[in-house]
Nanobody, 121 residues
Framework: QAWLVESGGGLVQAGASLRLSCQHSGSDFTKHAMGWIRQLRGQERESIAIISASGQSTYYVDSVKGRFTISRDNANNILYLQMNNLKPGDTAVYYC??????????????WGQGTQVTVSS
């Protein structure tokens, strides 16, 4: 069992930056892949960034490449998503998620409650 708590969302203008954090507890964070998933209004959830257990491998969906960076602090069990040059199309609920394996291509076993990011034009 794992518990994931996201923070850092909010309302910003286009072009601004935000950093999302996800505090993890309950399982061995250092052995599990982590990801950020977002859900735009009326659409299905989409994995936008994934990081391996070691932090050495990452994946980004094309729409966020070059703007978003996923990272993890394995000493403190925290996952981050640095979001730069935000666009109105990034407006969504952002979820932190965990897979019980060191890597995943998009399947997750545990989810946080989500944090809202709203980008105004």
């Amino acid at each position: 069992q794992a518990w994931l708590v996201e923070s850092g969302g909010g309302l910003v203008q286009a072009g601004a930056s935000l950093r999302l954090s996800c505090q993890h507890s309950g399982s061995d964070f250092t052995k599990h892949a982590m990801g950020w998933i977002r859900q735009l209004r009326g659409q299905e959830r989409e994995s936008i960034a994934i990081i391996s257990a070691s932090g050495q491998s990452t994946y980004y969906v094309d729409s966020v490449k070059g703007r978003f960076t996923i990272s993890r602090d394995n000493a403190n069990n925290i996952l981050y998503l640095q979001m730069n040059n935000l666009k109105p199309g990034d407006t969504a609920v952002y979820y932190c998620a965990e897979n019980n394996l060191p890597w995943t291509t998009g399947r997750f076993d545990y989810w946080g409650q989500g944090t809202q990011v709203t980008v105004s034009s």
